[in-house]
């Protein structure tokens, strides 16, 4: 079982700030995904981090889109995330 909660876009007890949200991240990344659903939680933190992820490895990113993925990778391997 989850620790955080991963609200859905239906549940009525998600505010209207977690709803819009969800929908931002569903239209930005065309398909949901768990870290977002456990980011509306607290949509603003939510709204930083995908800042920060479209700044570093997206469209802000002075890198080619292969480096900054590799760049990802890096960081995801050297501190054992697999998620």
């Known amino acids: 079982m989850a620790r955080i909660p991963l ?8 505010s209207e700030d977690s709803k819009a949200f969800l929908a ?3 239209k930005a990344r065309g398909r949901m995904l768990n870290l977002y659903r456990a980011l509306a939680n607290r949509p603003e933190a ?4 995908s800042e920060l992820i479209r700044t570093v ?7 080619p889109q292969k480096e900054a993925e590799l760049a990802y990778l890096t960081a995801t391997v050297v501190n054992d995330c697999y998620y």
């Open 57 to 63: 490895y997206r469209s802000g990113s002075t890198l």
């Open 7 to 14: 609200l859905q876009e239906t549940d009525p007890a998600a």
């Open 46 to 49: 939510g709204r930083a981090l």
């Open 24 to 26: 931002e991240a569903a």
